[in-house]
């Protein structure tokens, strides 16, 4: 997806556990290693949607720090209410989505 500088990006994370999802953290890299990451606590709540179901989204917002390119998600990693305990990280190395900005 293409953005612009300036521009708000939302990462919208859901994840099944037992009791609820505490946090996500998700991180966008270039080829530069210029990052872009963000956890769930700073901007959204959980939201139960049934079945051990819970969404949290991310605001990323894309400064005019960050260059012309493409970022790679890296790894998204989720944390679990009751045992405050991360119980997934997502870590892929082909067919990851992007950010793309012109």
């Given at each position: 997806i293409d953005y612009e500088v300036g521009e708000t990006v939302y990462v919208t994370v859901v994840a099944e556990d037992e009791t609820s999802l505490k946090s996500a953290y998700v991180l966008f890299e270039?080829?530069?290693n210029h990052q872009i990451y963000r956890s769930s606590n700073e901007v959204s709540e959980?939201?139960?949607l049934g079945d051990n179901l819970f969404k949290r989204t991310i605001k990323l917002n894309?400064?005019?720090q960050l260059p012309t390119s493409t970022f790679n998600l890296r790894y998204v990693t989720l944390r679990d209410?009751?045992?405050d305990r991360t119980i997934s990280t997502y870590r892929e190395t082909e067919n990851l989505p992007q950010i793309n900005i012109n």
């Open positions: 270039n080829e530069y959980v939201e139960s894309l400064n005019e209410e009751l045992q």
